[in-house]
């Protein structure tokens, strides 16, 4: 079992220097690369097949609302058996249906098997990221390192998401349109097998003592609720950006700079990334989650309007810059709002809505550069950011960290009962504040 490890200092020094952490994190950076390939592959190679990005969107969608739906689950079960024995039979169910598609696709088989195929797929598809940060919140406890924790981990996100888009349109392009989920099956089986076979540093698993309470979901916390709203408007921005990237750049006759394009986005959310964990905050996460995401809606103004490239890239770095900080708060929110036990579980709900917000996108984007034309797609991450704010701050009471969550887990008896009813009143004072 991991111990917590108490530290007052912050910043990426101590952070890396945490007992024990380089077991996970050298094995999770490479297993969670191939996770920003599996998309943009399939658009790709769905795409060269069929001639539409309509239909191409849509694939890709059934794969993202899939792995929103199952990925929850993963999460759920990690907590309760452990990670390794969710992770091993999910890589292997998720290589084998990737293998399915390319063989589909290639094959020009009918809509309805490629989306048969991408169902499994999808929801296979290995949740390091979540598991990565729940070994994080394992070993540092209530540490002032954790915002540190989650800013790393958005950095390295982000790091794969400058990547792994880069190298899956290099691959398809460049080679063969298959080549992209080729090489995301195969680092998908090698890191992920590797990264399951770090037992030492798997956070203790959590199973139920005679007279305990039935476990609660994290789903059950409202704040997590409205976290998902915003992670799915954040996961807009992703798919509709990707969509709209490559619609735009096929359209001017240059789809070489798609990956350099979509890079500038991916790396201003991790220059970004970085600078936030290198700050001691003395503003709230609430406050910063608010702020950011204002900026974030701001920012995806006005990409629809723009037409030449240079400015285009402008544009997508401000955005990415303006990402970084509301996802990095959002997943911090989590330790003050979540029980231990439902961690990971909360993370992959996060992590979820970014590929459901992103499938939903990606779908949307596709439709609209159809049949509108490319500039057309860059509304869809406006519109989710808009929306996914209106809801932050309808119901940002709800994102005031609750003990009474934690004491959900034990029985609700005399102390506990009495912090738990303390707790409520003092949120619902805080609340009319």
């Known amino acids: ?173 460049g080679i063969h349109p298959a080549a992209g989920l080729v090489a995301e099956a195969a680092l998908t089986l090698a890191g992920g097998l590797l990264f399951a076979s770090q037992r030492r540093s798997q956070p203790p698993v959590h199973r139920p003592q005679a007279g305990d309470r039935p476990r609660v979901s994290a789903l059950a916390v409202p704040g997590v609720r409205v976290l998902i709203v915003a ?21 001017i006759g240059q789809p070489g700079i798609n990956g350099a394009l979509y890079g500038i986005f991916a790396g201003g959310n991790m220059l970004a990334g970085i600078a936030c964990g290198a700050i001691t905050w003395k503003v709230g996460p609430r406050r910063r989650l608010l702020v950011a995401y204002g900026l974030l809606a701001l920012a995806t103004t006005p990409l629809w309007a723009v037409t030449a490239v240079p400015l285009l890239g402008a544009v997508g770095l401000v955005v990415g810059l303006c990402i970084a900080p509301a996802l990095i708060t959002g997943y911090t929110l989590v330790e003050s709002l979540v029980p231990a036990a439902a961690r990971t579980e909360a993370f992959t709900w996060l992590t979820g809505a970014v590929a459901l917000g992103q499938a939903a996108a990606t779908t949307s ?22 929306l996914a704010l209106t809801v932050l701050l309808t119901l940002r009471a709800h994102l005031l960290p609750r003990a009474s969550t934690e004491a959900a887990c034990a029985p609700a008896t005399g102390v506990n009962a009495q912090v738990t009813a303390v707790s409520d009143d003092r949120e619902r004072e805080l609340a009319r504040v």
């Open 1 to 173: 079992m991991a111990s917590a490890v108490k530290d007052s200092r912050s910043g990426y020094g101590p952070l890396l220097r945490t007992p024990g952490a380089w077991t996970f994190l050298l094995p999770g950076f490479l297993a969670r690369q191939p996770f920003a390939m599996l998309t943009i592959g399939i658009v790709l190679l769905v795409e060269s097949t069929t001639g539409s990005y309509g239909t191409a969107g849509a694939v890709s969608a059934a794969t993202g609302v899939s792995m929103a739906l199952f990925a929850p689950q993963s999460g759920k079960l990690a907590d309760r058996f452990g990670q390794r024995a969710v992770l091993i039979p999910g890589v292997l169910v998720h290589v084998s249906g990737v293998a399915a598609l390319i063989t589909l696709a290639l094959a020009h088989a009918p809509l309805w098997a490629l989306f048969a195929v991408a169902v499994p797929t999808g929801a296979s598809t290995p949740q390091v990221g979540p598991m990565v940060r729940a070994r994080w919140a394992s070993r540092l406890g209530g540490s002032p390192l954790m915002p540190t924790a989650a800013a790393f981990e958005s950095v390295t996100d982000e790091f794969t998401f400058v990547v792994g888009p880069v190298l899956a349109t290099a691959l398809c392009t």
């Open 231 to 251: 992670f799915l408007g954040i996961g807009a921005v992703f798919g509709g950006m990707q969509v709209s990237l490559t619609a735009f750049t096929q359209h």
């Open 365 to 386: 984007a596709g439709q609209l550069a159809d049949g509108f034309g490319p500039s057309t797609g860059f509304l869809v991450p406006l519109a989710g950011t808009a």
